[in-house]
């Protein structure tokens, strides 16, 4: 399987942090079934604030690329009378 240009690490995906949390959440509820509807709000709370972080980050790093891909361009487009 050919590698793509830019590997970002795994545990940046949002699938990856969607499929974790209901991993961690399920064993949660497994030793604590009593408490399984606030174990699920609270996970799910947390999840939320996980991917929009990751978002945010994927977001600027984005952008930041952009920009430096510009920089050179717009220098040598300055640089020209």
Same mark, same amino acid.
Do not use: C, H
């Given at each position: 399987?050919?590698?793509? #240009?830019? #590997?970002?690490?795994?545990?940046?995906?949002?699938?990856?942090?969607?499929?974790?949390?209901?991993?961690?959440?399920?064993?949660?509820?497994?030793?604590?079934?009593?408490?399984?509807?606030?174990?699920?709000?609270?996970?799910t709370?947390?999840?939320?604030?996980?991917?929009?972080?990751?978002?945010?980050?994927?977001?600027?790093?984005?952008?930041?690329?952009?920009?430096?891909?510009?920089?050179?361009?717009?220098?040598?487009?300055?640089?020209?009378?």
């Amino acid at each position: 399987m050919p590698q793509s #240009p830019n #590997p970002r690490p795994r545990w940046t995906s949002r699938k990856f942090i969607m499929a974790m949390s209901a991993q961690v959440t399920a064993l949660i509820v497994l030793f604590w079934p009593g408490q399984e509807q606030a174990i699920i709000e609270a996970a799910t709370s947390v999840t939320s604030l996980l991917v929009i972080l990751a978002s945010s980050l994927g977001y600027v790093a984005s952008e930041a690329m952009i920009d430096a891909r510009r920089l050179p361009r717009d220098l040598g487009q300055e640089a020209k009378p």
